[in-house]
């Protein structure tokens, strides 16, 4: 050897060294001769790239092979622990990926591929939780680059697919085909992540290329009959045993393909995937989510009694398995179950709440969280925030009848929205949670249904002070003329925010009305009614038209007039009570303008019509009373304006027999 190259050889060693001691925490730390370490790396390794290295690289391999084996048992003895360190996995992390730049800071050589591609294997395994996959992949490419260069071959294009087949004819049948396939779980981990079915079919059909196909090529043919070779070798420590990695792929990739079987509604198919993967070795977690998605395409399949089977199987395995319990909730609704409901949304909203309770991130190297991605994991274990939940909780007791239950749990879903510091009128976020005001309506009208009256006045007068300032003078609207997207979303926003004033003052007046305060109960029923009359549409036939071109705007405009009709229909009760008949005559016309049918409406004008002794016009009503359902059944209102007259008991029994001897009276004289 020639002595300048010996003298190099020399200083490349030394470099080496004091990396590995700690010397030169980054490639970026300046040395004496003004170069950082990358550049003095090119600079010796040219003097003597020539020079057969055979003779002074085998003791850096040895300390190579120490120093990834050191970082694998770090790794090994947190993985052993109660609760795995998140710093800890960094700094393996870290630590392997430095390692892995000084061995490819060598020229590429078959003597030290084996330990190249345990390094890079280990290193991805780790970045898989921490770095962009493209960079990922990126690198994964760089390792089978140099290992096809150690081989004495060459690509000249860089696509993932070609590299592979290249990679596997070259090294497929030899001594580096256990090495390679573990790098293979790793390109078919990042194409699961961003679920590429085609290309990890591609991938493994060439693994598989010796195999006779008799039958159509299909993923979970491929990956059933998959051969790779698993050998270990104990001298390289890897983070994550080959097998335990495939094992894994294979049970996260079927389940992939049953959830876009199912995204295609072909729930029958979605049905055999998941059938397949309750057979394949998983843990329980994993396994509770395969019943929850069997039981998810029997309930699309009009099955819901084996979807409840499946649900109830997932949370035997898991516990924890929240998606079963509120797909469990979703199927109860459905059949008409309102306790079962209520009670799988319990034990579900308990279940969250102890969860966030006691939450930390996994620790595990490789989660099927991870490996199904953001989008399918979303659909695979979608529930709801603990919010959300609550206030679907309270809104079903209270809808169902269990009120004083309804109301607790509005109590705490306001006492959660104050302590996160949300502002009462905040635009929509985009979820499934209602407006806030809402919820305050909502928990105004349950307060109200528990006779707890005082608290109700409070709570709508929450939704009074917080619109004060955000309510239109008056709002005109066209049912004709066509509006921007966001010019239709900022005419909802001011219609929204005198139906929640007009509904607030509405159930004030109930509450007044209920504790026999007709006084203030009229004050509270005009107030709504001036409220609600702010939005005028110019078209009387605006019902036929497309009001904005938003389905929106005429849910809106359709529950004004209800709340206007009620609103009148309380006035007018009032009036009645107090005497005051023909206001009362007045506005009980008027609310039946607004919302026609409605039975107890029709009652208590046919009680003002004999008080005012025009006889024939109240027989004429209690006919047509008779005659209707107690309220319209088209129209879906919102909880908070619900049919409150059902609680206003009024006796018509001397009214139904003074009327009975009226028309008796008058057949009689016919």
């Known amino acids: 050897m020639h002595p300048k190259q010996q003298v190099a050889l020399y200083h490349l060693y030394r470099l080496y060294r004091l990396e590995e001691e700690g010397k030169f925490e980054s490639d970026e730390e300046g040395i004496s001769c003004g170069f950082n370490t990358v550049h003095l790396k090119w600079y010796l390794l040219t003097i003597f790239r020539v020079v057969d290295m055979s003779a002074a690289i085998p003791c850096l391999v040895d300390r190579w092979s120490e120093e990834n084996n050191n970082i694998m048992l770090t790794w090994k003895q947190n993985e052993d622990n109660l609760e795995p360190s998140q710093d800890i996995r960094k700094r393996c992390c870290s630590e392997s990926l430095k390692l892995l730049q000084k061995i490819q800071g060598v020229p590429a050589d078959t003597e030290r591929l084996k330990l190249e591609m345990t390094v890079s294997y280990n290193t991805l395994l780790f970045s898989l939780g921490f770095s962009n996959p493209s960079e990922i992949e990126e690198s994964l490419n760089h390792t089978l680059l140099r290992a096809l260069e150690a081989a004495g071959s060459q690509v000249s294009c860089c696509d993932p697919v070609r590299l592979w087949e290249a990679v596997l004819q070259t090294f497929g049948t030899s001594v580096y085909a256990p090495f390679v396939h573990r790098l293979l779980l790793i390109q078919w981990a990042l194409w699961l992540m961003h679920c590429q079915l085609e290309r990890i079919l591609t991938l493994l059909t060439?693994?598989?290329?010796?195999?006779?196909?008799?039958?159509?090529?299909?993923?979970?043919?491929?990956?059933?009959?998959?051969?790779?070779?698993?050998?270990?070798?104990?001298?390289?420590?890897?983070?994550?045993?080959?097998?335990?990695?495939?094992?894994?792929?294979?049970?996260?990739?079927?389940?992939?393909?049953g959830v876009e079987q199912m995204k295609m509604e072909k729930f029958s198919e979605a049905l055999e995937a998941f059938q397949e993967a309750k057979g394949l070795p998983s843990p329980r977690s994993l396994l509770a989510q395969i019943h929850t998605l069997t039981g998810q395409s029997f309930a699309k399949l009009g099955q819901p009694h084996c979807a409840l089977h499946f649900y109830r199987k997932a949370v035997e395995v898991d516990c924890a398995c929240h998606s079963a319990l509120y797909q469990s909730a979703l199927v109860f609704r459905q059949l008409g179950n309102s306790k079962a409901e209520i009670e799988a949304l319990h034990l579900l909203y308990s279940a969250v709440q102890l969860q966030s309770d006691k939450s930390s991130p996994s620790a595990s190297l490789v989660s099927p969280a991870m490996l199904l991605g953001g989008e399918q994991m979303t659909f695979i274990s979608k529930v709801p925030s603990s919010s959300i939940i609550l206030h679907i909780l309270a809104h079903t007791c209270v809808f169902n009848g269990s009120i004083s239950d309804g109301v607790e749990y509005y109590l705490d879903l306001l006492a959660s929205l104050q302590s996160d510091g949300k502002n009462l009128v905040s635009t929509a976020d985009g979820t499934s949670f209602p407006r806030i005001p809402v919820v305050y309506l909502e928990a105004?009208?349950?307060?109200?249904?528990?006779?707890?009256?005082?608290?109700?006045?409070?709570?709508?007068?929450?939704?009074?002070?917080?619109?004060?300032?955000?309510?239109?003078?008056?709002?005109?609207?066209?049912?004709?003329?066509?509006?921007?997207?966001?010019?239709?979303?900022?005419?909802?926003?001011?219609?929204?925010?005198?139906?929640?004033?007009?509904?607030?003052?509405?159930?004030?007046?109930?509450?007044?009305?209920?504790?026999?305060?007709?006084?203030?109960?009229?004050?509270?029923?005009t107030r709504a009614i001036n409220q609600l009359v702010k939005v005028f549409i110019k078209q009387k036939d605006w019902k036929q038209k497309h009001l904005g071109n938003t389905e929106a705007m005429v849910e809106r405009m359709v529950t004004l007039e209800a709340a206007k009709g009620q609103a009148l229909a309380g006035r007018g009760l009032c009036f009645l009570e107090r005497g005051q008949l023909k206001e009362a005559l007045r506005d009980l016309h008027l609310s039946l303008q607004m919302s026609p049918g409605c039975?107890?409406?029709?009652?208590?004008?046919?009680?003002?019509?004999?008080?005012?002794?025009?006889?024939?016009?109240?027989?004429?009503?209690?006919?047509?009373?008779?005659?209707?359902?107690?309220?319209?059944?088209?129209?879906?209102?919102?909880?908070?304006?619900?049919?409150?007259?059902?609680?206003?008991?009024?006796?018509?029994?001397?009214?139904?027999?003074?009327?009975?001897?009226?028309?008796?009276?008058?057949?009689?004289?016919?």
């Open 444 to 525: 105004g009208f349950a307060l109200l249904k528990a006779q707890r009256y005082s608290d109700a006045l409070v709570v709508c007068e929450e939704v009074i002070t917080s619109t004060l300032d955000l309510i239109p003078e008056r709002l005109l609207l066209d049912a004709v003329e066509k509006q921007k997207i966001s010019d239709s979303d900022v005419v909802l926003d001011k219609v929204d925010f005198v139906l929640w004033a007009g509904a607030a003052h509405l159930l004030q007046a109930q509450a007044h009305w209920k504790l026999k305060d007709t006084k203030e109960a009229i004050t509270n029923f």
């Open 206 to 257: 060439q693994i598989n290329h010796k195999r006779e196909h008799s039958a159509p090529v299909n993923l979970q043919t491929e990956t059933r009959n998959l051969a790779l070779s698993m050998e270990e070798d104990s001298s390289l420590r890897v983070a994550m045993a080959a097998k335990d990695l495939k094992d894994l792929l294979h049970i996260c990739t079927v389940i992939c393909q």
């Open 599 to 670: 039975k107890n409406t029709e009652m208590w004008l046919t009680e003002v019509l004999w008080r005012l002794d025009r006889r024939e016009e109240a027989s004429a009503h209690w006919r047509e009373a008779h005659s209707t359902s107690d309220t319209p059944k088209s129209i879906n209102l919102p909880l908070y304006l619900q049919a409150w007259q059902e609680d206003t008991a009024f006796d018509f029994t001397d009214l139904k027999k003074k009327i009975d001897e009226y028309i008796h009276a008058k057949n009689v004289m016919t």
